[in-house]
Each structure stands twice: as C-alpha cells, then as structure tokens.
T-cell receptor, first 112, second 120 residues
C-alpha cells in the first residue's frame, strides 16, 4: 500500500467551478502537509503548506487537513484556465531536512 | 522568494555517454538538496538526498555509481548520469531547502524547473 494515495484524474471542470482535490495517507507520523502545482515539463511550485489539522486560506485556494481521518484537501474557488496543471500533495514527518512523500498528482483541466 | 536554477532544461545524448545536470540556489544557501526523477504522468520519485560537504544518501534501488551526486558548495549541486541508456530517459528535478530559515515559513522546498533527458 502506498503511503500517500491521490486520485490521478484527469479532472475536467468548466471555468468558475469549485475544484476539490484530495489525498489520503496511512502514516500518522506525517505532520506537515503541502500542495504543489506542476505545469507540463516544469518543476513543482509550492501552493500551500499546513501544519497538523486545520484550514488555511490563500486567495482562491483553501487547504484542509484532517489528521483524525488522515485526509487532506485543496479547494480552488472560481477556477481559471490558468489553473490547468497537475496538483501534487506532499507530506513529511519532521521540520528540518525531512524528505517529502508525494501523491501521484491529479491532472486538472479548467475549460474556458 | 527562493529560486533554484536548473540546467540544462533538456538534453539529448547518445547511449553510453554521461550527462551532468546542475542545480544552483540563487538567493539562499541550500544545505540540503534532493534529486528526483519523474516519468510521464507519474509522481516524483526521490533518488537521493545530499547535504553540503558530505556524501549523498541514495534511496533503495538507485545505483550510486550510475547517478553521481556532488554537493560541493552551499549553492551548487550536480547530478551526473553516467553511461546513460535509453531507460534513463526521464525528467530529473532538484529541490533545495534554505538551511538558514526556520519554522513553518521555510517548510516548502524550492524546486528547479527540471531537466528532460532523452538517451538515444
């Protein structure tokens, strides 16, 4: 069983839709949770990071972590065609120099 | 913000030759550098972790003699794919962490833009 599970999609939505992306994990030692966006043939860029359970909002993006269910989510409001990319969840156990464990990534297309 | 410059962005080489990929942290000191490879429509697979001035730690199944990693300074790490073969064709990405920043604001690692290697 993979440590981090993420539905690879692809997910296709109309412009303006609310997008929900999710990951589940099995290792309760994970403490730090991140979402990365990766455009085709580019390196991932950090969108959101959260520590432990709770919500965090940044503009159109909201990250949620539910440690009791081992479930994290990323919501994108008012989705735009420029949001079309692959979204990767990532998590780690410690702060300093800790390796990241990635989900498979969900490919999102926002249609104009 | 922190920037990691990765070069080249793409390279085509003949089977049996070696290829060097460079990653430079432009505005911070990268005490730890991670090297990943990514196959099409798959996630990032960690190959190795390197700390400045010490030998890299390789993940299980990654050949250290084939994928040579050098992290000789706080701003530069290199990955050399030796005696490359077509099965080494992949997207290679580095990631660095700013060792001088602490706390949650440092938590995200900065990624390079990736190198697409094609071995023919």
């Amino acid at each position: 069983q993979k440590e981090v599970e993420q539905d690879p999609g692809p997910l296709s939505v109309p412009e303006g839709a609310i997008v929900s992306l999710n990951c589940t994990y099995s290792n309760s030692a994970f403490q730090y949770f991140m979402w990365y966006r990766q455009y085709s043939r580019k390196g991932p860029e950090l969108l959101m990071y959260t520590y432990s359970s709770g919500n965090k909002e940044d503009g159109r993006f909201t990250a949620q972590v539910d440690k009791s269910s081992k479930y994290i989510s990323l919501f994108i409001r008012d989705s735009q065609p420029s949001d079309s990319a692959t979204y990767l969840c990532a998590m780690s156990k410690e702060t300093s120099g800790s390796r990241l464990t990635f989900g498979e990534g969900t490919q999102l297309t926002v249609n104009p | 913000g922190a920037v990691v410059s990765q070069h080249p962005s793409w390279v085509i080489c003949k089977s049996g030759t070696s290829v060097k990929i460079e990653c430079r942290s432009l505005d911070f000191q990268a005490t730890t550098m991670f090297w990943y490879r990514q196959f099409p429509k798959q996630s990032l697979m960690l190959m190795a972790t390197s700390n400045e001035g010490s030998k890299a730690t390789y993940e299980q199944g990654v050949e250290k003699d084939k994928f040579l990693i050098n992290h000789a300074s706080l701003t530069l790490s290199t990955l050399t794919v030796t005696s490359a073969h077509p099965e080494d064709s992949s997207f290679y990405i580095c990631s660095a962490r700013d060792g001088q920043r602490q706390g949650p604001s440092n938590y995200g690692y900065t990624f390079g833009s990736g190198t697409r290697l094609t071995v023919v």
